[in-house]
């Protein structure tokens, strides 16, 4: 059986969401537990992120025994560099690099922006190449941009060193019909390479994220990127505790040995990674992220609270949506920095 790898950014994309604001001791918690149970790369940080909250996130990215630990940056240097001494005392390290939206969207208008975005992927991941372990490179808002510019893209990092390429759903309004012939398509003159991995990170806007995972994997992606319960910025992330209970109908699995100590957990309270200190009414009452009633045995959602699901409750429930703001818009700067 083919394996998926999982990359979890719970504590990077998922501390986007609102209502969701770990201190350093939970943190270091979910990490050492995600680490635990087999995940194999965990997002802790951003190269944008304040002094305080870099150093608390190489203090634990230090403490992780098994998973890859990783960082996201842009292609400047200066960013490439921050991540670098985040992770410069961990075992395993990957960089997350990424070319924001614009200049993703602007290869189709010239030659020379084409080039210059080509230019700056090249140089910023034979830059991070010597520093790091692994190389992770995406395109910013990928599902909405050219087939073409992505498949030059993807050249261009594989090429260059990456060993990864992601596809970004960033405003989550893709359908799985629409994923499965972007990957199709990008990945038609690397189908022969086994060596290049593939991976999707689905933001959940329109209520497709899982969907259009799974459809990935069915078109070769080898790498699932989402958080715990789903939680993250606007619409959400992928849940990866529901792309985990569809995994074994497509016949995929962490490890062809279940015996393997690779092997992911299979009963629902292993994946209750945050059961100890966000669970039932601690976590409502300190997240102020969701406020429920009982009535007439039916839980209700009080006027005014967030929908955002909270992590640590039941994944296998329906995922609720916020409204996510206005999809159609490319986020501003700070925005782009941390949506993927």
């Known amino acids: 059986m083919a ?94 690099l990424y070319l924001d939206a614009r200049r993703v969207h602007a290869m189709m208008d010239s030659d020379s922006e084409r080039k210059a975005a080509l230019e700056a992927v090249t140089a910023a991941i034979e830059f991070a190449r010597p520093r790091f372990d692994q190389v992770q490179f995406s395109p910013q808002d990928a599902s909405r941009a050219n087939a073409q510019s992505l498949r030059e893209l993807a050249a261009c990092a594989f090429a260059a060193g990456a ?5 970004a759903d960033t405003v989550g309004t893709a359908s799985p019909a629409h994923i499965g012939e972007l990957f199709d398509f990008v990945r ?48 959400g992330n992928t849940d990866l505790i529901k792309v985990l209970a569809r995994l074994p109908v497509l016949g995929r699995q ?53 929908e955002q699901a909270p992590p640590g409750q039941n994944f296998f429930d329906q995922h609720e949506h916020g409204d996510g703001g206005d999809a159609e818009q490319v986020h501003d700067a700070t925005d782009e920095q941390q949506q993927h």
């Open 3 to 96: 394996e998926v790898l999982l990359f979890d950014t719970t504590l990077r994309d998922g501390e986007q969401s609102r209502d969701f604001n770990p201190d350093f001791e939970e943190r270091l918690r979910i990490a050492l537990q995600l680490d635990r149970v087999g995940i194999d790369v965990i997002e802790l940080a951003s190269s944008d992120d304040d002094e305080t909250r870099l150093a608390d996130s190489a203090s634990i990215a230090g403490r992780l025994e098994n998973a890859t630990a990783c960082c996201l940056a842009t292609t400047d240097e200066g960013a490439i560099e921050v991540a670098h001494s985040v992770l410069a005392n961990t075992a395993k390290t990957r960089i997350h």
């Open 163 to 167: 060993q990864t390429f992601s596809i």
């Open 188 to 235: 038609e003159p690397f189908a022969d390479d086994a060596d290049v991995i593939w991976s999707i990170h689905a933001h959940d806007h329109a209520g497709n994220a899982v969907d259009n995972v799974i459809t990935a994997i069915e078109n070769g992606v080898r790498q699932v990127e989402g958080t715990l319960g789903g939680i993250g910025p606007s619409g």
């Open 254 to 306: 962490k490890s062809d040995d279940p015996a393997s100590t690779e092997a992911l957990p299979t009963e629902l309270s292993d994946y209750d990674l945050f059961g100890e200190f966000y669970s039932g009414q601690d976590f409502l009452r300190r997240s102020g992220q969701r406020e429920q009633v009982e009535t007439g045995g039916r839980q209700q959602q009080r006027a005014g609270a967030p």
